[in-house]
């Protein structure tokens, strides 16, 4: 499995081995080839005088384990890891981080002597770009969450803890909305939120400040049965995908809301998994400047 381990780039630390203080980082995937993150990475290396290098790694979907076996083999400190390893991370990890353990996935590996810590960045990253970048509080909103993979997942806790007044999560599957819903039940610190599952066809008579799309259906360009009238004035949509403009990005907009796409989130959680690493907070508004100079405007 070792022998399958792809390396984009070329640079590793055995082939780097003049540079002695440079620290490997990788993102691990597959696929793998389109990840932003060596380019965000080295940007924010760059902008702190951090000397790293960061690899895409392809592992077979068989193989992740034995990929972190061998990255941590060759040196690496570090990795992020993308779909579909997140709860492949999660398990092999000896550590795992309060945000991890409450996403019940991992996005961000440490390699310390004394195993592997889990951590994840995905809801601080979305939770920042939102309060941040955007500027818009989710303290005393009426929040929409939709989706109930991964990704909404990971971001749920980080929502709560910023205190909205509500939290209404829909998916296509109400099943595991209802589930996410019981975790949060299941967890007395977040009782102050009122948190509920509602199918989309019960959204009709309800309005939101901000709603967030944490589904995959703007891959396929895909359309969510939404009602028109959800978003109350002022409202900020939300698409955690990004790189293009997905169909619920243009129905919102359609429909008045001020739209944003993921890339603010994909930065704002690299930067936090830059900071894990190197104790060095970069400054990610350049980063993202960078990159919307470089693709649709949403
Ligand atoms: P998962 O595969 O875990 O979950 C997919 C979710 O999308 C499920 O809730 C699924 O519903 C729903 N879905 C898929 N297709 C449709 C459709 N046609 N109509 C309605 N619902 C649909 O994916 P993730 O949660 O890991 O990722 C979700 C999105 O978030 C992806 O686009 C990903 O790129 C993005 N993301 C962005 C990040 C960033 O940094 N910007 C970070 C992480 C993720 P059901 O349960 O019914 O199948």
Known sequence: MVGKLLIYRGLT????????MTDFYAVIGNPIAHSKSPIIHHAFAELTRQDIQYERVMAPLDGFAETVGSLIAQGFKGANVTVPFKLEAFEIASQLTERAQDAGAVNTLIFTPQGIIGDNTDGVGLVRDITENIGVSLKGKRVLLIGAGGASEGVLHPILAAQ?????????????????????????????????????????DQQFDIVINATSAGLTDSQLPLPSTIFAPNALAYDMMYGRITPFMAFAQQYGATVFDGLGMLIEQAAEAFYIWRGVRPDTSPVIEMFKQAQPSA
């Open 164 to 204: 909205p007044a509500m939290l209404i999560i829909t998916n296509r599957t109400l099943d595991k909305a209802l589930n996410m819903v019981k975790r949060v039940e299941a967890r007395d610190e977040m009782v102050y939120v009122s948190v509920q599952a509602h199918a989309f066809d019960d959204l009709q």
């Open 13 to 20: 630390p055995s082939s780097k081995a003049k540079d002695l």
